[in-house]
Nanobody, 117 residues
Framework: QVQLVESGGGLVQAGGSLRLSCAAS????????MGWYRQAPGKQRELVAT???????NYADSVKGRFTISRENFKNTVYLRMNSLEPEDTAVYYC???????????WGQGTRVTVSS
């Protein structure tokens, strides 16, 4: 079992920055990938960025060049640095965790990001 605790959301003006954090705890003894997804009101949850245990990253086109995902393996923690935020980035951001040998995703409780124009 894996537990995820997110932090760092809030209200920011357009053009501003935020950093989200997600710490994983529990039975973590295998390689894994972590990532961030978001869900805006009335929309489906969508991928923002992912990072594997070897540091390979993947980003949604809408955030490339503005967001940076990183991780600290010894802390089992992933970060999402969000720069040049736009009102369209307003959503609840969810942390995800998946062991590389599994198709099961663990999810955090979500942290809300609101970008005002």
């Amino acid at each position: 079992q894996v537990q995820l605790v997110e932090s760092g959301g809030g209200l920011v003006q357009a053009g501003g920055s935020l950093r989200l954090s997600c710490a994983a705890s529990g039975s973590i003894f295998r390689l894994y990938a972590m990532g961030w997804y978001r869900q805006a009101p009335g929309k489906q949850r969508e991928l923002v960025a992912t990072i594997t245990s070897d540091g390979t990253t993947n980003y949604a086109d809408s955030v490339k060049g503005r967001f940076t995902i990183s991780r600290e393996n010894f802390k089992n923690t992933v970060y999402l640095r969000m720069n040049s935020l736009e009102p369209e980035d307003t959503a609840v951001y969810y942390c995800s965790f998946r062991f590389l040998t599994s198709s099961y995703d663990y999810w955090g409780q979500g942290t809300r990001v609101t970008v005002s124009s």
